[in-house]
């Protein structure tokens, strides 16, 4: 299969109606080449001995990390998400920060870019828990109805025009590739969930050409890309490659996106270059699981830290007993950080099942001991408080996976956000390479 020769390429011809708007060459007429590739069908096709290895390592590792962490992890899968999410929003060319993405997702407002990425959030969370059940087929509905939750300002359903991605300017004429005509969009996407339907074989051979058959059709006006990186997880859980966790792959691709790019090339080549692709995305579902593991062990001594940390302050106060008792409303709280790093009274309250009072008791202990902070709006009013420390986590884990998984305490990797407060994170970061 590395070398077969799929997918035809059908002659357009391009006439923009839209003259007052574009450029001289962007109007200018001329015949383009679209790109179709084939139907999948349901089988796996044959692999080399090289991906073939890697996809088998690849499952392999997801596995293991999968029991490593276990249900005793289900609250990083928000977590992961958050910094998968962050991370598609940095290949298309936005930029959030965990901690902007929290507040904007708890208050249900902010910057159209970080309501952009809770959508993706919710999106992600919504194909693991929908489309995963294997006792039901996927349908191009389902595919339609995931990329509406993305990008819920446009009409749900297939695009009806050609589109195109990348290039200079606004001209397929231009383009870097070229989809196939709105008219085989249809025929294409329901053989796509025909593949994602089935679970035969190795998952990360499947998520891998899943992924790349749905940006090669593209089959959207907006939101291909966030709802192509959705529909890996679907498979990868559906086929039971991961029971307990999300992987965020995308990650890894924002740390190179030359190489996705081309991964994606190799795979619509004539002749294909399947291996290739494979080979890639193997390493890179690799490398976010090691992430994973290194976020669950972070977090894990994080919490530990942060009980030390509230013990000393309540010893320094003389509040007794300096340990809360169990079921204390500021113990439950931070036993529920990892899963919530950004409250307000009300939602803790509404949470835990608790007063107002001692809802607002407990965050002030938690903020006067400096393991909360106070967020407030440009008015200098008080709208919620935030786990820093917490949030510093999933940034170094989704700029982790950029750079190669190397430290990112102090170095900045190409095209991403800034280092995270050293405060936030520095001596945990060192106590980690010391074991």
Not at 43 to 51: K, Q, R
Not at 396 to 408: F, M, Q, Y
Request: hydrophobic share 40%.
């Amino acid at each position: 299969m590395a070398g077969a020769d799929v997918g035809t390429f059908v002659e357009r011809l391009w006439q923009s109606a839209e003259h007052g708007q574009l450029s001289r060459r962007d109007r200018a007429p001329g015949r383009y080449l679209a790109y179709v590739p084939d139907e999948l069908g349901s089988a796996l096709p044959e692999l080399g001995p090289e991906a073939r290895e890697a996809a088998e390592d690849a499952l392999a590792v997801l596995a293991r990390a999968d029991e490593r962490i276990s249900a005793q992890g289900g609250y990083l899968n928000h977590l992961l998400i958050r910094s998968e999410s962050i991370s598609s929003s940095w290949i298309e060319g936005n930029r959030i920060t965990p901690k902007r993405l929290a507040v904007a997702e708890l208050l249900r407002q902010g910057s159209r870019i970080a309501l952009e990425v809770v959508a993706n959030v919710r999106a992600t969370e919504d194909a693991i828990a929908i489309l995963s059940d294997r006792r039901q087929p996927i349908t191009v509905v389902d595919i339609e109805r995931l990329q509406h939750v993305i990008e819920p300002s446009l009409e749900p359903g297939l695009r009806r025009e050609q589109n195109w991605v990348g290039g200079a300017g606004w001209s397929p004429l231009r383009a870097d590739f070229v989809p196939p005509p709105e008219s085989e969009v249809p025929r294409l996407v329901d053989d796509l969930a025909r593949f994602l339907t089935s679970t035969e074989g190795n998952a990360v051979v499947r998520a891998a050409i899943a992924h790349a058959q749905f940006e090669t059709i593209h089959p959207f006006v907006d939101g291909n890309g966030r709802t192509g990186r959705a529909l890996i997880h679907t498979v990868l859980r559906r086929s039971d490659a991961l029971r307990n966790i999300l992987v965020p792959i995308s990650t890894v691709f924002a740390g190179d996106t030359n190489a996705y790019i081309s991964g994606l090339g190799a795979f619509r080549s004539k002749p294909q270059r399947l291996d290739d692709w494979i080979v890639g995305f193997s390493a890179a579902a690799v490398q976010a699981a090691e992430n994973a593991i290194q976020l669950y062990g972070d977090i894990e001594r994080l919490q530990q830290e942060t009980m030390r940390t509230l013990i000393d302050f309540r010893t320094t106060r003389g509040i007794s007993p300096a340990a809360p008792r169990k079921g204390a409303v500021v113990l439950r709280i931070v036993d529920d950080l990892a899963s919530n790093p950004v409250l307000t009274v009300t939602t803790a309250a509404v949470r835990h099942e608790v007063s107002i009072a001692a809802v607002h008791k407990a965050l002030t202990e938690l903020a006067d001991a400096g393991i909360l902070g106070r967020s407030t709006d440009h008015k200098g009013k008080l709208v919620c408080w935030t786990a820093d420390r917490h949030l510093a986590l999933v940034a170094l884990t989704e700029r982790g996976n950029r750079v190669g998984a190397g430290d990112t305490e102090n170095r900045r990797p190409r095209s991403g956000p800034p280092v995270p407060d050293a405060e936030h994170v520095g001596v945990l970061r060192r106590k980690n390479r010391e074991q």
